[in-house]
């Protein structure tokens, strides 16, 4: 019987057993796609990785992510998570920037050791199709008049795309309740699978947005910290001025609801057009140990 080493990890954690959990396999190239699968299903994470080499591969680790139920081309916490084992545990020495090749593109992680901060820079976000008030509040169970009907639902997209849906306060984010068979039916027309909302009222007085991120599609009912979806909605948030200024510097608070409080710091740049995302937050080890194959 063979074995294989992996740790675990909270991503955009506060403290210990805050934000989302993260389980990575180092020297996984050996392991087949199914059982990759099983794994991911049986940890039962909204993400798993799968470090395929120590060895670097064109500047970069080749690594891949499973959900529950499939694979995904990007992530966001398991983007952090992923590059803190490398630095911590595979690296002779530790550096200021490495780089993640994941099916989406290379994605590169800088770290701050003076804040305790991961950063991954995100890929250039594309804007999809705008979707209908009626239709989407049925999904989440909510009066239309709770969504902010100054800025569009649109799909977004910086690697993992997203259905972004901006809501007027903190009471319409705990009212959301999705409706499952309406969910199903929208995403069989849509590229994007997971809904996010938000609102400009928080839990915590310190952070700018609250949001909450449904994605039952990949076997996660509702994430508690979603990396990718906060990059989407860095680049909907300046793309539309939401701020009224075309940068942002801000801390977004999520998973209050399923009692897994994450704290992300989202940075975002429009420069007539070319939009620059950076998503940040802190990494927390839990654990280590081996798994028999």
């Known amino acids: 019987m063979g074995k294989i080493n992996y740790s675990i990890v909270?991503?955009?954690?506060?403290?210990?057993?805050?934000?989302?959990?993260?389980?990575?396999?180092k020297n996984a190239e050996n392991i087949s796609d199914s059982e990759m699968q099983q794994i991911a299903k049986e940890i039962n994470f909204s993400e798993t990785t799968f470090i395929l080499s120590d060895t670097k591969k064109d500047d970069g680790y080749d690594v891949r992510i499973f959900t529950p139920n499939e694979e995904v081309p990007f992530a966001g916490h398991p983007t952090l998570g992923t590059a803190y084992i490398i630095q911590n545990e595979i690296l002779e020495e530790p550096l200021e920037?490495?780089?993640?090749?994941?099916?989406?593109?290379?994605?590169?992680?800088t770290f701050d050791n003076q804040e305790e901060i991961l950063w991954m820079k995100q890929n250039k976000p594309t804007f999809g199709r705008i979707l209908d008030t009626n239709k989407v509040s049925d999904i989440l169970n909510i009066d239309k008049e709770y969504i902010d009907d100054r800025f569009p639902i649109?799909?977004?997209?910086?690697?993992?795309?997203?259905?972004?849906?901006?809501?007027?306060?903190?009471?319409?984010?705990?009212?959301v309740r999705i409706n499952k068979e309406k969910y199903f039916e929208l995403i069989n027309h849509t590229?994007?699978?997971?809904?996010?909302?938000?609102?400009?009222?928080?839990?915590?007085?310190?952070?700018?947005?609250?949001?909450?991120?449904?994605?039952?599609?990949?076997?996660?009912?509702?994430?508690?910290?979603?990396?990718?979806?906060?990059?989407?909605?860095?680049?909907?948030?300046?793309?539309?001025?939401?701020?009224?200024?075309?940068?942002?510097n801000i801390s977004v608070e999520q998973g209050y609801e399923i009692?897994?409080?994450?704290?992300?710091?989202?940075?975002?740049?429009?420069?007539?057009?070319?939009?620059?995302?950076?998503?940040g937050g802190k990494v927390e080890k839990i654990a280590q140990g081996e798994w028999f194959l």
């Open 259 to 279: 009692k897994r409080p994450s704290l992300l710091f989202l940075q975002a740049t429009d420069d007539n057009g070319e939009i620059s995302i950076y998503v």
């Open 191 to 248: 590229e994007a699978k997971a809904i996010m909302v938000f609102s400009p009222e928080t839990y915590n007085s310190e952070n700018d947005l609250n949001v909450r991120d449904f994605a039952d599609y990949y076997g996660v009912p509702e994430d508690s910290a979603t990396g990718s979806a906060n990059g989407c909605l860095a680049s909907y948030l300046v793309k539309y001025r939401y701020f009224e200024k075309n940068k942002i």
């Open 154 to 175: 649109q799909e977004v997209s910086t690697g993992l795309p997203v259905i972004v849906v901006p809501l007027k306060s903190l009471e319409a984010v705990k009212k």
């Open 97 to 109: 920037k490495l780089i993640l090749n994941f099916k989406a593109g290379q994605i590169p992680v």
């Open 10 to 25: 909270d991503v955009f954690s506060q403290r210990k057993y805050t934000g989302n959990q993260l389980a990575v396999f």
